[in-house]
């Protein structure tokens, strides 16, 4: 492994934070320049991390420490193959939003509050792609749920309000674990920078019970802005929030955050060996295969379709954790590709629901049938979208599956099997009957021959949909390789 010393991951994180106080200065009448600066500044610091991609894919890692505290605890950043998987992902889903955004929002109150911490927010989330340590992350993570919270509360209605303490109660709850397995963590090793196969002196030594506390205290951390039920609820209730801030949450940035977190603990804090002696697995995977089955059930008897797709994204994270938690080579490259496959198929439903709600004002299942006729696009997208969630071939999810389902039969566990298949069940269940009623029932909506959303909403769930069909067709020489040479420096 290369290292280079590079200034780029801080300017990845350093661009945004720039922009959004431009951004901050601007009249809320000058909207044009306010929205081509959001859009030019998510650019640049998406150019920043393409410009690492090529290296990292070679082997190189990039670093960059900014300021020591004491002796093995540092704010670092270090762009490694598992990072730039995130941090790549995030911040060119990002640019999309912004353009997205553009659109939704437009009429819209409070629109400089809205795109300076939508900007904001990227700048967390390449923080916490680029930690190099648990104490970098520790801080990057709080500062998320910072910059989102405006974001949530933005409509400033009483259930956006109430929806915005319990966001801050769940999530500084969450952060308040991890800050107490770092501190235990520092007092038992000389450094708590992530290494691939756990720190050393963790992942070498021998169980105690220090450790199994250490382990559940960052697990149950990340796991809260995970959605690990029962520490979910925060994120349905987040719903209340614009749709494209609901998509920034449920696919790109909060919720990833937790899941990748938990596979840093994983993987790059404890590792593989240490994992199996302490006996801590079967715990996590009662939780995790309770979150995929009743995150499924719940989504299937919700009528909104925000809080639907909500419940979905709880069952559907899991996914992720599950691959962790085999410990086999096959479940853990279908786990980190699910973060890129769900976060492509994820934002695509939400950016369709958003157009849905901004062009005929429902909210609910029930009142979309017939809306294909209306808004052929945005149901097409939406229908490749559920499909690709469910594993129907040849859209990227099925490639997730397909290693989940060997992972699990690597590992021996049949029980992880048929967690999964129900699930898969599930999810089409919750999703077929919303593309069927769209295009097979009679409703109050006709053809038109007017476009069925402005532009720049429509372009960029076009753009998902077809990125959804072109990753499952081309994982061969997209995600596959990325993420099993990710893998191959762990077992």
């Not at 393409?50 to 704010?75: C, Q």
């Amino acid at each position: 492994m290369d290292v280079v010393n590079s200034s780029l991951p801080l300017l990845s994180v350093v661009i945004p934070i720039i922009g959004a106080i431009i951004i901050n200065g601007i009249s809320e009448q000058r909207s044009k320049t306010r929205n081509l600066l959001a859009l030019i500044t998510v650019m640049v610091s998406f150019l920043t991390i393409a410009w690492m991609l090529p290296s990292v894919l070679k082997g190189f890692v990039f670093e960059y420490s900014l300021v020591r505290l004491v002796a093995g605890l540092e704010l670092a950043f270090k762009v490694d193959q598992l990072g730039i998987i995130f941090g790549f992902t995030s911040s060119l889903l990002w640019i999309l939003s912004i353009i997205y955004s553009m659109g939704y929002m437009s009429g819209e109150t409070g629109q400089r509050r809205y795109f300076c911490f939508y900007v904001l927010s990227m700048s967390a989330t390449m923080g916490v792609a680029f930690s190099a340590n648990l104490f970098t992350m520790y801080i990057f993570f709080e500062y998320l749920t910072l910059c989102t919270y405006p974001l949530v509360v933005h409509p400033q209605t009483e259930e956006a309000t109430k929806s915005g303490i319990k966001y801050i109660v769940y999530c500084f709850g969450g952060g308040g674990l991890i800050l107490f397995s770092l501190l235990i963590l520092q007092g038992m090793v000389q450094s708590v920078n992530f290494v691939p196969g756990g720190i050393p002196a963790i992942a070498q030594g021998e169980p105690h019970t220090l450790l199994f506390i250490i382990f559940f205290l960052a697990i149950l951390g990340f796991g809260t802005k995970g959605a690990l039920m029962p520490l979910h609820s925060w994120l349905p209730s987040a719903m209340v929030a614009p749709t494209p801030v609901s998509a920034l949450l449920h696919a790109v940035a909060v919720v990833k955050s937790g899941v990748f977190g938990m596979i840093r603990v994983l993987y790059y804090i404890f590792g593989p060996a240490m994992l199996v002696k302490l006996g801590v697995l079967n715990y996590l995977a009662v939780l995790v295969c309770f979150t995929i089955l009743a995150g499924s059930i719940m989504a299937l008897r919700q009528n909104v379709l925000k809080l639907r797709l909500a419940y979905s994204t709880v069952s559907q994270l899991a996914y992720i954790t599950l691959g962790g938690i085999m410990l086999t080579p096959a479940g853990l490259t279908g786990g980190i590709i699910h973060i890129m496959n769900h976060a492509v198929m994820k934002i695509t439903l939400f950016f369709c629901a958003g157009a849905l709600i901004k062009i005929t004002g429902k909210t609910n299942i029930d009142e979309l049938k017939g809306v294909g006729r209306r808004m052929p696009i945005t149901m097409v997208a939406f229908a490749i979208g559920g499909l690709g969630l469910i594993g129907i071939l040849p859209i990227a999810g099925y490639i997730s599956k397909y290693y989940l389902l060997s992972g699990a039969l690597a590992s021996g566990r049949i029980v992880f099997i048929f967690v999964v298949l129900a699930s898969s069940l599930l999810n089409a269940m919750y999703y077929l009957p919303i593309v069927v009623n769209a295009f097979f029932r009679e409703g109050e909506f006709t053809r038109s021959s007017g476009p069925e959303a402005p532009l720049t909403m429509l372009v960029p769930l076009i753009l998902l949909a077809v990125a959804g069909v072109s990753l499952g067709f081309f994982a061969n020489i997209t995600t596959i390789p990325l993420v099993e040479n990710v893998v191959r420096t762990i077992f």
